[in-house]
């Protein structure tokens, strides 16, 4: 019988054939296996992801809380922007802070569905607010935003005159200086409204791009109420700048009274409600520094205050005032410039319903410290207010600027109506 040897390098190549084929095998089902367990995990994953989402799905409050302005949104108003509302539940709690931590305090609606801001917000700001809300399965949802308010550089104001609450005389106009530049007047007139009780027909006029004046034209009716509406907030007053008050003002107009200077005559007659009530003897600007002409208003009144000729123009060689009273008693401003009518107890008696020597006042007699409630500067004083009106007649000087002081007066009605932007 033949004997079949079988060689090393046989043997090495048959031992690596069924290597490979074993090899082959355990790496076709290594494959195989973690193919299989890997497609099953992932399903199984899958499914249980799933299976989560839906669960929190209906687990999630149905509450929808919204916050505005928008978070991180810039240059928000200080009066109607932030607030916080909610649909399909109620708020539970809202806390609205400063950058700083500082708490800022607000109104919940009685019905939960809404939170604001007790009060006007401070400019370039960045406040945060965090609102917690319920459904009716008291399941509660949340929301957080942050916004900043406009900057000053991006805002302007109107500072105005008269005030709230006052009663003031029948030749005040409202008066409205802003502290920006305008220069879309109509956008910014048309968010000032001016209405009186007495039905008065009121018109503004701009004196320049910072200045707006509205009046009836002719004084107001004595007794009536005048309310001023400012709806500015937003209002693009220049480019890039946005008006932030939200205001309502009302004042009241008292007794219609008009003093009457003649400075020919040196006198004043003092009329009230039509009628006269008393006739005061002055002493009004000398020919040198006449007294104003026209229709002034009194804008301020001072019992005593100090008058020194420098700041006026009224100058010595060296610099100084030519004259420097420093307890001017019973005065009362009609002028920007410096015109007043005031108590004078400097000047000898005679002077008062004889000469005019003033360096353009009105003066009356007077006692110094203004103390003594017998004198006429301080009858006229204790029976005016501001808002009265005096007209000054038959003086060499000019009639005097509608823009110096509250004197519009001095224009006349088609004159006012033509530099009105509504």
């Known amino acids: 019988m033949e004997k079949r040897v079988i060689t090393d390098s046989k043997r090495r190549k048959g031992l690596m054939a069924a290597s490979a084929l074993l090899g082959g095998v355990l790496v076709l089902s290594a494959c195989s296996d973690d193919g299989g367990s890997t497609g099953a995990s992932a399903d199984s994953s899958k499914t249980s992801q799933a299976q989560v989402d839906e669960a929190a799905a209906k687990d999630a409050s149905e509450a929808q809380i919204t916050i505005a302005p928008k978070n991180g949104a810039t240059n928000a108003s200080i009066n109607n922007a932030a607030m916080v509302t909610v649909a399909k539940g109620k708020l539970t709690e809202v806390t609205m802070t400063t950058a700083d931590g500082e708490a800022v305090e607000g109104t919940l609606a009685a019905d939960g569905s809404s939170w604001k801001p007790g009060g006007q917000l401070e400019r370039s700001t960045t406040y945060k607010i965090s609102a917690t809300a319920s459904d009716s399965k008291d399941r509660e949802a949340h929301a957080n935003s942050s916004f900043t308010t406009v900057s000053p550089e991006n805002s302007f104001i109107g ?33 000032i409204k001016v209405t009186s009780s007495s039905g008065q027909e009121v018109v503004g006029h701009w004196f320049n791009n910072q200045r707006l004046d509205l009046r009836p034209e002719d004084y107001w009716q004595g007794g009536s109420t005048v309310t001023l509406k400012l709806a500015l907030d937003g209002v693009e007053g220049a480019d890039g700048v946005v008006g932030v008050q939200q205001k309502t003002v009302t004042f009241k107009v008292g007794r219609n009274q008009v003093s009457t200077v003649d400075a020919k005559a040196h006198t004043m007659t003092v009329t009230r409600d039509g ?6 003897p002055i002493s009004a600007g000398s020919a040198d520094n006449p007294t104003y002409n026209g229709q002034m208003v009194i804008s301020e009144k001072f019992k005593e205050t100090r008058m020194d000729g420098s700041t006026v ?39 008062f319903g004889s000469a005019n020597t003033s360096h353009g006042c009105v003066g009356l007699s007077d006692t110094k410290g203004a103390g003594d409630s017998g004198t006429p500067a301080a009858w006229l004083y204790d029976n005016s207010m501001v808002g009265d009106v005096v007209v000054v007649t038959n003086s060499p000087d ?10 519009g007066w001095n224009m006349s009605w088609s004159e006012w109506t033509a530099d009105s932007a509504a």
């Open 398 to 407: 000019k009639t005097i600027a509608p823009d110096n002081g509250l004197n």
């Open 313 to 351: 123009g009224f100058t010595d060689d060296d610099g100084k005032g030519e004259y420097d009273i420093k307890d001017v008693p019973h005065a009362m401003r009609l002028s920007t410039s410096g015109t007043f009518i005031h108590g004078n107890y400097w000047g000898a008696k005679s002077i």
């Open 275 to 280: 009628k006269t009530v008393k006739t005061i």
């Open 159 to 191: 500072n105005f005159t008269p005030e709230d609450g006052s009663t003031v005389g029948v030749g005040m106009p409202v008066s409205i200086n802003f502290n920006k530049a305008i220069t879309d007047k109509k956008a910014v007139q048309d968010g």
